[in-house]
């Protein structure tokens, strides 16, 4: 909200009660009472809550811009559709919060609600996945992760691997499950993958599905899978909740997953779930996506209060954990 003095609000606040003003007494006080407060209103649209990841995600962003930290988070869950995170932001802009942070279900169609919001004067930061806009003047600050860089630690990985385990000539057959179609995660980590099977002849995808980042999905899809075909070497998951949904229904259908005599499942973000299926070799490889990025935007909100210029855009680092290098203390030692 725009701030003025205290004594200003208060003495507008006495005024209109004392000259006995209509009903809208009561809102210019709940106003003049926010804008008292001088805390610092954020408008935050999440994706959903489609994983554990985003769990964390929202968890982190909640516990940064707390009302003990100086912010008033209004929170809104977008249940996995851009039209909602479209409809969340222009109510933002209605109530004329001090800034807008979201996460991008999508790459796409964000340009208009972003010169909505820069018309109206109030800074975005983007922050997870990224956006593809024009003119990039459209937002403030990017904070998320380099998805193609995460998809090219997982193919060279296993590479890796299978030179270890003399199957570089070998055909390897790899059921690609992909995250939210047209997301930055799911773009980046499928185009390493396309990338590799052009480098790696013998790699042979069987089939690419979507898994859409759920466990749910990504078990329906893997069981139509194994209804034609049981002859993988490698599973592809594009997150935790797609691995453990394909694990679920290849130990179902009597399959073992394990990278030394079994299927090779890769999967991303790391969550003490997902390492916990590593640490008991069902998952071969899990490349770290942080979701902690509360921390991050509440510095980069800092600095614009004091009148700095931010970077624009912000790679969190990330790291990678195997079944042959993992231990319970690491996992436990984890924020997520
Ligand atoms: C990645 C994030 C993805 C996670 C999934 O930054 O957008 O969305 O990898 C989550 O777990 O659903």
Redesign the pocket.
């Known amino acids: 909200m725009k701030k003025f003095p205290a004594i200003v609000c208060f003495a507008a606040l006495l005024t209109g009660i004392l000259c006995g003003c209509s009903a809208d007494i009561d809102a210019t006080a709940e106003t003049q009472e926010k804008e008292i407060s001088n805390l610092i209103v954020v408008g935050f649209s999440q994706?959903g809550a489609?994983?554990?990841?985003?769990v964390a995600?929202s968890e982190s962003m909640k516990s940064a811009l707390s009302e003990a930290n100086g912010y008033e988070l209004i929170f809104d869950d977008a249940r996995n559709e851009q039209g909602n995170q479209i409809r969340a932001i222009r109510t933002f802009i209605q109530q004329d919060v001090d800034y807008i942070v979201f996460?991008p279900r999508v790459e796409t169609g964000w340009t208009s609600i972003l010169q909505e919001a820069r018309d109206a004067g109030i800074p975005v930061i983007v922050i997870?996945?990224d956006i593809i806009v024009e003119d990039r003047s459209l937002y403030t600050a990017y904070i998320?992760?380099d998805?193609r860089k995460e998809g090219e630690t997982a193919v060279t990985w296993l590479e890796n691997l299978l030179k270890k385990q003399g199957r570089s000539e070998d055909t390897i057959h790899i059921v690609h499950i992909q995250?939210?179609i047209g997301?930055?995660?799911q773009l980046g980590r499928s185009a390493a993958l396309d990338a590799a099977i052009v480098q790696n002849p013998n790699w042979e995808i069987v089939t690419q599905e979507q898994g859409d980042?759920?466990r749910a999905k990504a078990y329906e899809v893997m069981q139509g899978i194994l209804q034609t075909t049981k002859d993988i070497d490698v599973v592809y998951c594009?997150?935790?909740?797609e691995a453990l949904g394909a694990i679920d229904a290849m130990q179902e259908a009597g399959l073992t997953c394990n990278a030394d005599d079994g299927v090779i499942v890769i999967s991303?973000?790391a969550?003490k779930l997902g390492l916990t299926y590593c640490l008991e070799g069902k998952i071969a490889l899990n490349v770290e996506?942080n979701?902690l990025q509360g921390p991050y935007v509440a510095d980069i909100i800092q600095r614009l209060q004091q009148g700095e210029t931010v970077e624009q855009e912000k790679y969190i680092d990330e790291t990678w954990f195997d079944s042959y290098t993992i231990t319970k203390d690491m996992i436990e030692g984890r924020g997520y």
């Open positions: 994706v489609e994983s554990e990841w985003r995600n996460s997870d996945r998320g992760s998805f995250g939210t997301s930055s995660a980042f759920t594009e997150n935790d909740g991303f973000d969550t996506c979701p």
